[in-house]
């Protein structure tokens, strides 16, 4: 299998195309580099649309639609290949079993259509990847709601897909199903090599994935790039915050302790633990807090169980809508967005005397700690 | 009570007929049934009021049109003779081709309405794994509206046995040819004294409908399970 294919660099998916839509037309022109590209944006915004363009279930107005160098899709040429010759797996946000088929025969859907060639993973290897050997005689009616989206995303992934479309895949779940299904994707991209195009409302499910993300809004890219240096562009910002918003800071591995389910990292200096990963000493990655997760102070606290304690000065008190947001600058600078967010009310604002300049300390439980993916 | 033999052929050739009439409606029902479900084209209400005809018509007129269709001078009916060696009017073919139109908007109606509750999401889905439209009509479309197949084929099937107005205006009332259980009590309710065989007559066709009924109840409720 060819791993170095997309982490070279080599374009995974690149798009130029419009499509009329009743409200606006959707005009997007990107290039994604290979592994996982997030598709970030407020509903109706086009996500599904731009999807279901990559898969040929609609036929852009003009345009091409190139993946892994292939040309699925030149208005100018007449070429249009019909999604079944594309060889784009497609995860929708119902998992869309088949449900006069058993699962066994769900997933070998897509897997005996294609010729043996083309048969890229032995279907034992996807059915243990996803732990459903077990469900393989089930009627889909007898399964749960995290093994039906496990079980709709092996018959995609056995039919051996050039990219694979999740349309938020998890959105159905709740939110123990949704961590325990997300490792199973990390796997996608890294063992299987397959590229994904993830469309996602939540911040903190994408960053679990990728930190590659490209913001559209009314049918256009609005933002493009690295997460964490473009969440805080005026365009992002808002959607970000909309939907619980999601402090970033780069990190690096400094120790971990399995046995007490913590890990200690450092962010610029300071000193944060956080839940335990089995990542190496000096890897670096992001962690990701919500603004409603930590608590202002105005000096360092006694007796408290909260572990980490970020020092900062404030630099922005902004009311959104009702809701009071203290910006806090804890010092980060390299490839980190440098500020917190704290969500608090407007009571705190007035008794703490949060203004711009005063010094605070950041609280957060260890446990209101995500861990985003490693950086490049 | 047994059945004479003059029974038995008028029974038998009714269920002829009705399972004919089922065959030759199966095919252009579930096409139509699907076309009407899943494309929009231009005059498409036309078509489905057209289809629909049959159904609000009263069947002697749909007869009289097969009649001046397919009839021996007919337009149709001349070319097939002629050309096919076919014969439809005063044919027991031509009883087929009546029941058949007469119910053919119920077949389509339940093929469509079938079609129509399976979610077309599933069908695009098929085709990002790899089907082409016709596999994905095969395999995904067709069985998950098989109860509505089904319950279209025995409608038609019902519709044909218990047809009358249009066979007897098309094909006329000939014994062994086209006679049906209908035609027949018809027959003898016009002869003095012919009350006890149409009665007979009568008994049968409810033991009929209700073995027919019975069965179709039983495959819809396997359909629905399986």
Redo the contacts between chains.
Sequence with gaps: MDRSAHSTGVTMLALDVEYALAEFTLRVKVECPGAATAILGPSGAGKTTLLNLI???LRPDRGTVRVDGVVLHASDEGIDL?????????V?Q?D?L???LNVEANLR??YE??PTADRRFAPERIIDLLEIGALLQRRTVQLSGGERQRVALG??LL?SPRLLLMDEPLASLDQGLKSRIIPYLRHIHSDLDIPIIYVSHSVAEILELTAQVMVLKRGQVVAHGDFFHIAHQPEVLPLVEEYGFENVLPVEMVSGDAALGVSLVRCNGQALKVPYCPRPVGARMFVGVRADDIILARSRPQGLSVRNMLEGHIVEVKDVEGKWLVYVDVGVEEGGVGRLAVKVTAEAVRELGLAVGEQVVCLMKTHSIRLGPEME | MGLSSAELEVLLLSLKIALWCVAVSLPPGVLLGWLMARREFRGKALVDGFLHLPLVLPPVVSGYVLLVLFGRQGILGGFLEGVLGVRLAFDWKGAVLASAVVGFPLMLRAVRLAIEAV?P??E?????????RL?VFW??TL??AIHGVLVGSLLSFARSLGEFGATITFVANIPGETRTIPAAIYTFLNQPGGEVAATRLVVISVVVALVALTAGEWIARRTRR?
Excluded at chain 1, 82 to 90: F, K
Excluded at chain 2, 124 to 130: E, H, I, K, S
């Design positions: 898969a040929g279930l019909p999604p079944e010759r594309r060889r784009i797996g497609y929708f119902d869309l088949f449900p006069h859907y897509g259509r294609l018959r995609a039919a | 979610d999401r599933l695009q889905v098929a085709r990002t794994l790899g089907a082409g596999r395999s995904v069985p998950l399986g």
